[in-house]
Structures are given as C-alpha cells and as structure tokens.
C-alpha cells in the first residue's frame, strides 16, 4: 500500500519536528514537507504531492486565502487538509475564511493536545476523505450557520442547467452519499446514478466529487442545519 503523504503546516519548529517525528514513525505515512505558514508552503516545493496537509488553524489568519482559494486546486488538486488548535483557536476561524476552506477540500479539525495515536488515526481518515471534527457542538453548529448564510449569500438566480432527477442527485451527493446509496433513496441503479453524475459533471464542467459538494452548497441545495 503506497505511504499516505503528509506536509506539515505549524507556526513553531517544535511542533513541526513533533508532528514529523509520529508520521515518519507509522509504517503507511511520510511526512513529505512543512512550512511555518501557508504562504511559506505556497512557495516551498513537495506539498504539491501531499494526500493531506496536516495545518495548524492559526495559519489562516497569516495567509491570503482569496489567492490561496484561487489557485489551491491547480497546485494539489487531490490534497485534503486536517486543521488542529485549541477549543479557543476553533472559535477564532473567521466565518468568511469557510468558503476559502470547502476550496482547500478541509475535512477535519483535531485538538492540538490529541495524543499521537489520535493523530495518526485522523490523518489516515482525512486521507480517505472522511470527516474528524474535535471541537464542541456549540463551534460546529456555528461553523455549519456561517455556511448556511454563506450559501444563502452566494445562491445565484440563474436557471440551473441540470433536470430535476440530476438536481436531486447532486442533493444527495452533497449530503455524502455513495452511488449505491443514493440508488437506494430514488430506487435508481447504481449504474443509472454513475450515469446522472457524469452528466452533471460534464453541464457544470466540474471535474471531481468534492467540486459537486461546493457547488451545492454555494445555490443553496443542501441544508446545513436541521
């Protein structure tokens, strides 16, 4: 099995060397980089090649993430990120930055105090593209408003170009669901729903799963909060 990649994104040296040390320590993982900032790791080579970037949240606030959401998925298309901090750093993230973050493909949080087999544990999750979130419920449900609004502030009136079927589809892709089950919820075949997302992809010139996901929330289709 190819060594998930890791690149190391953390303010103090320390904290890098710590965070290497347990990835170079696992059998199925390599630390493949780290920089001090995000800006620094735009600049420096080999994050380009990372599965996931494990990054302190603290970083957002020193980086520009209008041109780091610019240009993120043509640098490392297939990377995901895994943010850590404190309960406190948690509630500092800038409702504006959520946007900047769904371009970064950010599927996890994790406390900075979690001990290293948690780590590693996140990190091989994250790299299978499946959703950590360490923080209370209070953090989450705001995170989840503040996209909600975002959304809502995004929508766009034009007609969409998918049918109704393809926007049902889309739905229930933004809402995490596999082929199969999203089969099971319109009594469709898998074959039938690999089918609608491909033409979707082609009328939204979207390439990849995770863009649907985006592209949903910015018009609205998904509720965040229930």
């Avoid at 080579?45 to 603290?58: N, P, Q, S, T, W």
């Avoid at 504006?96 to 001990?115: E, H, I, K, S, T």
């Avoid at 979207?206 to 985006?214: A, D, G, I, S, Y």
Wanted: net charge negative; with cysteine.
């Amino acid at each position: 099995m190819p060594a998930l990649r890791v690149y190391v994104v953390a303010e103090f040296e320390a904290a890098r060397i710590g965070l290497g040390s347990i990835i170079d320590a696992q059998t199925d993982m390599a630390k493949v980089g780290e920089a001090p900032t995000l800006g620094a790791m735009a600049l420096s080579r080999g994050f380009e090649r990372a599965d996931v970037l494990l990054v302190d949240v603290k970083a957002l606030n020193r980086a520009n993430l209008d041109d780091l959401k610019a240009h993120f998925p043509t640098w490392a298309p297939t990377a995901r990120i895994l943010f850590f901090g404190s309960e406190q750093d948690a509630r500092g993230v800038n409702a504006q930055d959520l946007p900047a973050c769904l371009a970064f493909d950010a599927v996890g949080f994790l406390l900075m105090d979690a001990p290293g087999d948690r780590i590693v544990g996140a990190l091989r999750l994250v790299g299978q593209g499946k959703f950590v979130c360490e923080c209370e419920m209070e953090v989450l449900r705001s995170f989840l408003t503040a996209l909600e609004a975002w959304a809502g502030e995004t929508a766009h009136d034009d007609a969409s170009p998918l049918s109704g079927r393809e926007l049902d589809v889309l739905r229930l892709v933004a809402q995490g669901l596999s082929n199969r089950g999203i089969a099971e919820q319109l009594f469709l075949s898998e074959g039938t729903v690999k089918i609608h997302i491909s033409r979707i992809m082609t009328k939204l010139d979207l390439e990849r799963r995770t863009e649907l996901v985006r592209y949903a929330l910015a018009r609205g289709l998904v509720p965040l909060t229930q």
